[in-house]
């Protein structure tokens, strides 16, 4: 019972709002984030074990990977970094004392209690979504290797317009439909399903390829209890780096997408309609304000000046 409940606690604070603040992580990356949130890096070593097949035959590549998340949620991940007793933590130590006091018989009912009195504590503690962030030092076609069926599919995608890559996405997610352990809208990889029906491959307004999506992710502890968590993926290049974020919610979801969306918007544009709007606009005040909002992107870091140069030529003409 001890070893599912340190699985469920580390489980349940690696994914799950006041949002307040734009947060700087050592110059690489902008998010707007609540005021309680803060961030640890992850070793080099161990972000490079993870990624040893992306990277394998690339050369030359760095990877920085932090966790962005609330502070007491933080501190309980830098524990188990440093090699802490995570059975030490003040949280699992109350839930212990609790379940012994429960006196549970049946181990599928107790199971199922630490879930709610974690996330419980969850909710009291305001320990909301946390979110994990890779950043490579490679634009993401730079990142590509020949001959790999994945990295050519990649790059095929990039040579498409918006309305090819609507096309090409449904035809994508019906493949995956009909791979063993999938539906129209699950993909089932051992005891986890995820929702893959809602990601949108794209290009924004500058040109760059991403891929979003939220989803629904459901771990199957055994056959009759499982942990959900709403789920948000992205990955798109900006000055000439990949990125690449993975954010997860347990408890208290129901505005969780929009606001991944607002964390990532002082950096990422998921914008396909820009160049739709500002083709067909001729008012001279609607162009000023245009141009008025480019250039405090501009400033604001959010455009490179290479993407601030290109938007305003295409608004100009």
Sequence with gaps: MKK???????????????????????????????N?????????????????EVIDGIGDIKIDAYLVGPSKYLDLEKARLDGE????????????????RKNFQNENKAAKWMILEAKKIMRKEKIDFITYISIFNKNLKDLLVEGNELDDMILELQSM????????????????SSLEGANNKSYFIGPTTIDYNKFK????????????GPSKLTYAVNDILSIEASLNVFIGSHNNKTYL???ACYVDCSKFNSKFDKMIKPVFSTNTQVQETISSTSDSSNMVEQLKSLSELYKSGVLTKEEFEKAKKKLLN
Aim: proline share 1%.
């Design 201 to 212: 491959i794209a290009k924004n307004e500058y040109g760059n390829l991403f891929l979003k």
């Design 245 to 247: 974020l993975i954010s």
């Design 4 to 34: 599912f409940l340190y699985f469920l606690i580390f489980t349940l604070c690696f994914f799950n709002f006041s949002f307040a603040k734009i947060f700087n992580i050592e110059n690489k990356i902008q998010l707007e984030v609540p």
């Design 161 to 176: 317009n918006n309305s090819e890559l609507v096309k090409t996405t449904k035809e994508l997610k019906k493949m995956i």
């Design 85 to 100: 007793d995570l059975m030490e933590n003040e949280y699992v130590k109350s839930i212990m004392k609790k379940l012994e």
């Design 36 to 52: 309680s949130h803060k961030f640890i890096r992850y070793d080099n070593t161990e972000v490079a074990k993870i990624f040893e």
